[in-house]
């Protein structure tokens, strides 16, 4: 026997179709909502950094800022009260990072200081890959976590590799060059091997010596190699999961929802998690 919804059970279901059905014309288009204030509360905290523009539009940032804290309140109460099981969302990921975007501007009317917190709020720009929601888009970054989860190893071991040499590098211009070039201590010199090893440069601390001089020499040219070494490791990864994807015969659409776009080896579907089959 069907049981009718009451007023509120439907009111429920069509706020929770708009606020989590990212495949929904209102869903889509509110994540945009979304995502757009997300984006101006990100630059409004930025300019408010900005002396002579806070000092020109600090009321009109804080008039914005209220405006956005109130609007994340209201889409956070309406994320909460549409689901049945609320507290799945309260203690998740997105639950806790949504609650701390909003909290700083509450908490500045009673501690000073803490508007500047509201810099949290970049961190709902995650929520674009919600948006993006594209079976092209979900397929790429599966790859991309599949090639870092089975490079882990030896890009671990690559970093190891890299730490003991910067140590032993640093020690051995502390050796070389010593306090009066600059090199006061062996933490110092690991950290003038870590900025030149990484290319970066600062030109803060410099060798002196000619023996010096040839070690760093070796250090940048070793740089470059260290810098190629990673992305070799994880493209190979992609290009062998790109190939063995190709070899599994194509995935038919989902049976139950429709949905097409699926990767080669997925065993169910990405939009209502129903087991696929190949053709």
């Known amino acids: 026997m069907i049981t009718k919804k009451s007023k509120w059970e439907s009111l429920q279901q069509k706020i929770n179709i708009i606020i989590y059905g990212t495949n929904t014309p209102a869903g889509r288009l509110f994540d945009l909502v979304l995502l757009g ?15 002579s523009f806070d000092a020109k539009y600090h009321n009109q940032i804080i008039i914005l800022e209220w405006v956005i804290t109130f609007f994340f309140s209201v889409e956070y109460i309406l994320r909460i009260v549409s689901l049945k099981k609320p507290w799945k969302y309260i203690f998740s990921f997105y639950g806790i990072i949504d609650l701390i975007a909003v909290l ?10 803490t508007s500047v917190l509201t810099i949290v709020r970049a961190f709902r720009l995650i929520r674009l890959f919600k948006i993006l929601n594209h079976p092209q888009f979900t397929g790429q970054s599966i790859h991309l976590i599949d090639a870092l989860i089975a490079s882990r190893g030896r890009i671990f071991v690559f970093i190891y590799f890299v730490l003991i040499s910067t140590v032993f590098i640093g020690s051995m211009m502390y050796v070389i060059e010593g306090p009066e070039n600059g090199f006061t201590s062996i933490p110092t010199s690991i950290y003038w091997t870590i900025v030149t090893l990484t290319t970066v440069g600062y030109g803060d601390i410099s060798p002196v010596t ?31 999961n790109s190939k063995k994807n190709n ?9 139950n929802c429709g949905v097409e776009g699926h990767t080669n080896n997925a065993n169910y579907c990405y939009n209502c998690g129903s087991e696929l089959s190949h053709d």
């Open 247 to 255: 070899a599994l015969p194509p995935m038919m659409p989902c049976t």
């Open 104 to 113: 700083p501007m509450y908490l500045s009317l009673f501690l000073t200081g």
């Open 37 to 51: 204030v997300i984006l101006l509360s990100v630059i409004l905290v930025m300019l408010e950094t900005v002396q």
């Open 210 to 240: 000619p023996l010096g001089q040839f070690l760093a020499s070796f250090v940048m040219i070793l740089g470059y190699g260290i810098i190629a070494v990673p992305t070799g490791i994880i493209t190979s990864e992609i290009a062998l």
